[in-house]
C-alpha cells in the first residue's frame, strides 16, 4: 500500500507541475547529472591504475556524455505532449476534424489542447455548414430551373401556348432566381464583412411609414391589420436603402406569420442607449400575433437557409431562408442589431432594429 501511496501522491505532484517549472526542473536535472558524472569519474580516475590519463579531462568528457543522455530522456517527456498537438494540427490541415485530443495533466498543455479541440469542433462546424450551404443552394435553384425547362420544352413541343399567362409564368420563376442570386450575394457580403454602407442622417420613423405604405397592399390581400406607430423623428446615420431592406425583410416575415385577420404593428421610438457611456439608439419594433417562436429557435432563426416548420402550416414559397442573416449582417454592419422575441408558439413574435444614432 505505501509505494502506491507514494506513486499517487507523485501523480498529484507532477500534475500540478506548470510547464516552465518543468523546463527549470529539467535543467536543474541535466545540470546536477552533468556534476555527479564529473565528480565520479575525476574520483575513479584518480586512483595509481589511471596514471596515464588526465581526471579533468575525462570528466570533462563523461559528464557532457551524460548531460546529453539526461537532455534526450528529460525532452522526451516534455515534447511528447507538443507532438501530439503537433500531429493534431497537420490532422486539421488535412480536412480531418473529428479527433479529439485527451487532455493532459499539466495545466498550460491542457489549455492549448482544449484550444486545438475548440479549433477542430469550430472547423468541423463551417464544413458541415459550408456543405450545407451548397446542398441548400442547389435545392433552391434545382426548382425554378426545372419549372423553367419544362414550360419552355412543352411551348417548343406545342404542349402550351406561348400566351400572356405562360410568359408571366416564366417571369415568375427567372425573378425567384433573380432573388435567390441577389441573396446569395448579400449573404456573402454579410459573412465577409464587405458591406458598403452609404451613411446620412436619416429619419427612421419616417423610413418605416414609407416602408409599411409600400407593403400594406400585400397585407390587404391576406387581410392582416397593420398599424404604424412612427409619428415623432427618429434621425440616426444610417444607410437608409439597407435599413429599408431590413424592414421589408422583417414585416414580410410579420406578414407570411399571420393567418387571416392577423395583426401587425411596427412602431418607431428613441432609447437612452445600452450603457452609461453609450449613445442613443433608434429602436424599430415589429410585432405580430401569429405563429409564434419556441426559445430554443429564436437564435436559430438568424442561421442561413433557416426556415422554421410548424404542424399543418408549409414553409412561405419562394423565400430563400437567409433573409434574417441578412438583415441582421445588415444591422451589425451600422453597430446596431436585430434580436427576436416572442411568449411561445402561438403567441406571435416581436423583432426589434436597432440603430445607433451616432456611427460606432
Known amino acids: ?181 441577389s441573396d446569395l450575394s448579400s449573404l456573402s457580403r454579410v459573412e465577409e464583412g464587405a458591406f458598403a454602407l452609404h451613411r446620412k442622417p436619416s429619419d427612421v420613423a419616417a423610413l418605416a411609414r414609407a416602408t409599411a405604405e409600400r407593403l400594406r397592399p400585400q397585407y390587404d390581400d391576406q387581410r392582416v391589420a397593420l398599424t404604424i406607430a412612427a409619428d415623432t423623428p427618429a434621425v440616426a446615420s444610417c444607410d437608409p436603402d439597407r435599413i429599408a431592406q431590413v424592414l421589408v425583410n422583417l414585416l414580410g416575415n410579420a406578414l407570411a406569420a399571420c393567418d387571416h385577420d392577423g395583426h401587425v404593428s411596427i412602431s418607431v421610438r428613441s432609447d437612452a442607449g445600452t450603457g452609461p457611456d453609450a449613445p442613443p439608439d433608434v429602436l424599430v419594433l415589429v410585432t405580430d400575433d401569429g405563429l409564434g417562436i419556441t426559445a430554443g429557435d429564436l437564435n436559430r432563426i438568424f442561421s442561413r437557409f433557416e426556415r422554421l416548420e410548424h404542424p399543418g402550416r408549409p414553409a412561405p414559397a419562394g423565400g430563400s431562408g437567409i433573409g434574417l442573416t441578412i438583415a441582421r449582417g445588415i444591422a451589425r454592419a451600422h453597430g446596431g442589431d436585430v434580436t427576436a422575441s416572442s411568449p411561445g408558439p402561438g403567441n406571435g413574435a416581436t423583432f426589434t432594429l436597432r440603430i445607433p444614432v451616432v456611427p460606432m
Do not use: C
Open 1 to 181: 500500500m505505501r509505494p502506491a501511496r507514494w506513486r499517487t501522491r507523485w501523480r498529484r505532484f507532477h500534475a500540478r507541475l506548470s510547464l516552465r517549472t518543468r523546463l527549470v526542473l529539467s535543467h536543474v536535472t541535466v545540470v546536477l547529472v552533468a556534476v555527479g558524472a564529473m565528480s565520479g569519474t575525476r574520483e575513479l580516475m584518480n586512483g595509481p591504475a589511471h596514471d596515464y590519463l588526465d581526471p579533468d579531462a575525462m570528466g570533462l568528457w563523461s559528464g557532457a556524455a551524460a548531460a546529453v543522455v539526461a537532455a534526450v530522456v528529460m525532452s522526451r517527456f516534455l515534447v511528447r505532449p507538443l507532438d501530439t498537438v503537433r500531429a493534431a494540427t497537420h490532422r486539421l490541415a488535412e480536412g480531418r476534424y473529428d479527433h479529439v485530443l485527451d487532455l493532459p495533466s499539466e495545466p498550460g498543455l491542457a489549455a492549448l489542447v482544449a484550444d486545438v479541440n475548440t479549433l477542430a469542433a469550430a472547423l468541423a462546424d463551417t464544413e458541415r455548414r459550408r456543405a450545407r450551404l451548397v446542398s441548400e443552394v442547389a435545392h433552391e435553384m434545382k426548382t425554378p430551373i426545372t419549372i423553367l425547362r419544362g414550360q419552355i420544352e412543352g411551348m417548343a413541343d406545342g404542349i402550351f401556348a406561348p400566351d400572356d399567362a405562360m410568359f408571366a409564368s416564366l417571369t415568375d420563376d427567372l425573378d425567384r432566381l433573380r432573388r435567390l442570386a
